[in-house]
């Protein structure tokens, strides 16, 4: 996984709440065995036409975020269906960081386990950024993660919160399963136990 | 004695292996369900490392969401479709993971046959790579979809590195009237919640209307919870529950059964257990629901209209009403009773178990299906299916014109054929009614399957009381 520590870049705004990932990576692209490759497809069915043309006023297609690499959405997104496509996508597509006022549970899991940052705002900050993203490519935005700060493009510092083991995960990259397997005594031990108190288990 | 718990911190206490930093806790997992779609990437990720499954026999796989209803023994003509399909079989050989095949009778939609088999079991720990995993909590087992790298880290380790969420607590009070079911109880608590309303939260459905319902719709309460936000839904053990696991192939023997009665029975929240968000609903003055929309808690009584975008205060949900109306064809204030649909869809893992199925013969027998409207029935699965015929459900439906199929996820999310094309109406008893998700275009309206049948036989939205 890459790690993450600090961004600048352009953001893309989608004033949209609970932007599912049915919407994010539609059914359609779910039938491949790889991660790679999906980027093309990230909100097809908003930023393609029926004949496979450009829908020009979608927000990714527009000149000023063709190069995104921060998105700035409504309330509740990601929710939906567990599909770890959707952050696949958003990688494939360039997007490291995510901004919204809240996020469903299982992406959020998700965008930690592939080196993408997601980060929950008040409403009152999440509006600012919006209207900052909305300003197009000149206004970058900066994610500092070590010191948990975005910074808007008029100098606006906004401190954000991420639990410890989250952080530490993405700023080195972290193999989570060898971590685990590190504890694999623990394990045994555990089922060992298991196995006198719940036998049918 | 310690500080009372509800059942969530019981099931979570007896799972921790240990914990990591913070608030991160390496979690034991008792069941892993797999299914064709979110697992290849993670089988690879072992192989590429050299990994073996942990404990291929608490594992179980099945493939579900690609498998077409329709002439099976042709097998599945999608390139792309049988390569996945395909690649879980190998995989599963390749790791020693149980399977069910594309011809076994026992296999279908991965959440209908875990209990079905009695893999499903109280105080257990269960994952999937789906998120509609949340329905096993209807069992009092903690049950949560997980993403396609948390499979990988199951599949190595049997453990789940997890934060605790908080406990909510949903009470159902009052008798349930005739016509309502747990799809009308699951859309009015999401309608009245909102589909963030439990995020970072699992949520505990008690109350006497709870306790009252089948262990079908108890699943299909628990089914929905996912699309509250909340990352689990749970429902203490009892008697129907025991009922419902004895002598399942699966389940503990007898001697062990005792023995595991006898814990599970201890698996529910002490009195004056800590919640940090309560609800209460009160289930006599619930009448049957539709959706408008296209997110589950754009929910409404069928005796409603359809919602202005101005009817709502806040600015982002605004938005969402005036483009929901856009996509779903709708005009504000017309009735829900108006609205003609094309397409009827009976099934999925929230609605296609054989108690949904004789609700649906309950209704249609005696009557036939509108002849706009194509209607189609799917078992959740190839038990399910072998059951209604038993019952002769199959005749019935037939003679009412509808399709019988055979089982798969089908219409609820149409990964296979069965797909809406652009501008299709459809009432559906599935559990999402996601712009594009029965095929792009598509407009889906989430209804019970009683409600389901009502739709299929007057070609509109219907209040299924009025049929009698
Ligand atoms: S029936 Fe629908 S919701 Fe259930 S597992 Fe299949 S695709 Fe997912």
């Known amino acids: 996984m890459e790690k993450f520590n600090k961004l600048t870049a352009v953001a893309a705004p989608m004033p949209l709440v609970n932007i599912d990932t049915d919407m994010i990576i539609p059914k359609q692209y779910l039938k491949t065995i790889q991660r790679k490759g999906l980027g093309k497809n990230l909100f097809a069915e908003m930023r393609y036409k029926d004949d496979g043309s450009e829908q020009e006023d979608f927000v990714l297609n527009q000149p000023a975020y063709r190069n995104a690499e921060i998105l700035i959405a409504g309330d509740n997104f990601g929710c939906g269906s567990s599909r770890e496509h959707a952050p696949w996508a958003l990688l494939d597509f360039g997007i490291r960081c995510v901004i919204s006022t809240s996020f469903a549970d299982i992406f959020h899991n998700n965008c930690f386990r592939n080196g993408i940052l997601p980060i929950e705002v008040?409403?009152?900050?999440?509006?600012?950024?919006?209207?900052?993203?909305?300003?197009?490519?000149?206004?970058?935005?900066?994610?500092?993660?070590?010191?948990q700060e975005i910074r808007g493009p008029d100098g606006g510092v906004i401190q954000f919160e991420i639990d410890q083991f989250n952080k530490h995960c993405l700023l080195t990259g972290l193999d989570e399963i060898g971590l685990t397997l590190k504890k694999e005594n623990k394990v045994t031990e555990y089922e060992e136990t298991r196995k006198m108190q719940q036998p049918w288990l | 004695m310690g500080n009372p718990r509800t059942l969530y911190d019981k099931i979570w206490d007896s799972h921790v292996v240990d914990q990591l930093e913070d608030e991160a806790y390496i979690l034991y997992i008792d069941r892993h369900l797999v299914h064709e779609v979110t697992s290849p990437q993670a089988f690879e990720g072992l192989r590429n490392a050299g990994r073996k499954v942990r404990r291929p026999d608490a594992t179980f796989a099945v493939a579900d969401h690609n498998v077409p209803t329709k002439d099976i023994e042709k097998g599945i003509t999608d390139p792309e479709s049988k390569l996945q399909v395909d690649t879980l079989e190998a995989n599963t050989a390749e790791f020693g993971v149980p399977y069910f095949s594309m011809t076994d009778d026992r296999r279908g939609i991965v959440h209908i046959i875990g209990p079905e088999q009695g893999l499903t079991l109280p105080g257990m720990t269960i994952v999937c790579g789906d998120s509609h995993t949340s329905t096993h909590g209807a069992f009092g087992s903690l049950a949560h979809g997980i993403g396609t790298s948390e499979v990988e880290h199951v599949l190595a380790t049997q453990t789940l590195v997890q934060e605790k969420a908080k406990n909510m607590r949903v009470t159902v009070k009052g008798e349930i009237p005739l016509g309502v079911t747990a799809k009308d109880i699951a859309l009015a608590i999401i309608g009245k919640i909102g589909t963030a309303g439990g995020t970072g939260h699992v949520i505990e459905y008690a109350g006497d209307a709870v306790r009252s319902l089948s262990m079908e719709g108890r699943m299909t309460l628990c089914n929905m919870t996912i699309e509250a936000g909340a990352r689990a839904g749970l429902i203490a053990p009892d008697e129907t529950t025991f009922e419902y696991i004895k002598g399942r192939p699966y389940a503990p023997k007898a001697?062990?059964?005792?023995?595991?009665?006898?814990?599970?029975?201890?698996?529910?929240?002490?009195?004056?257990a800590h919640f940090n968000k309560e609800v209460e609903l009160d289930a006599s003055e619930l009448i049957p629901y539709v959706t408008w929309g296209t997110s589950p808690e754009d929910a409404l009584p069928i005796t409603?209209?359809?919602?202005?975008?101005?009817?709502?205060?806040?600015?982002?949900?605004?938005?969402?009403?005036?483009?929901?109306?856009?996509?779903?064809?709708l005009t504000a204030g017309m009735k829900l009773s108006d609205i003609e649909v094309d397409h009827v869809f009976i099934g999925s893992c929230t609605n296609g178990r054989i108690e949904d199925l004789r609700a649906v013969a309950k209704i249609v027998e005696g009557r036939k299906v509108k002849d706009t409207v194509n209607a189609i029935i799917v078992?959740?699965?190839?038990?399910?299916?072998?059951?209604?015929?038993a019952e002769g459900l199959d005749k019935i439906f037939v003679a009412a014109g509808f399709e019988w199929r055979q089982p798969g996820c089908s219409m609820c999310l149409a990964m296979n054929p069965d797909k809406l094309?652009?501008?299709?109406?459809?009432?559906?008893?599935?559990?999402?009614?996601?712009?594009?998700?029965?095929?792009?275009?598509?407009r889906t309206h989430l209804v019970s399957p009683a409600m389901a049948a009502a739709a299929a036989v007057t070609g509109h939205l219907t209040d299924v009381r009025e049929l009698g």
Do not use: H
């Not at chain 2, 209209?305 to 779903?328: C, I, N, Q, T, W």
């Open chain 1, 122 to 147: 008040s409403q009152e900050d999440l509006s600012k950024l919006m209207e900052d993203a909305e300003r197009g490519a000149n206004a970058t935005i900066s994610i500092d993660l070590e010191a």
């Open chain 2, 255 to 272: 001697g062990a059964y005792e023995q595991a009665v006898a814990y599970w029975k201890t698996l529910k929240s002490d009195e004056g």
């Open chain 2, 304 to 329: 409603g209209s359809v919602p202005a975008p101005a009817d709502f205060a806040d600015e982002g949900k605004r938005g969402a009403a005036e483009r929901a109306l856009k996509y779903m064809g």
């Open chain 2, 379 to 389: 078992p959740g699965s190839g038990l399910v299916k072998i059951q209604a015929e």
């Open chain 2, 421 to 442: 094309a652009p501008g299709d109406r459809c009432a559906s008893t599935s559990n999402r009614n996601f712009e594009g998700r029965q095929g792009q275009g598509g």
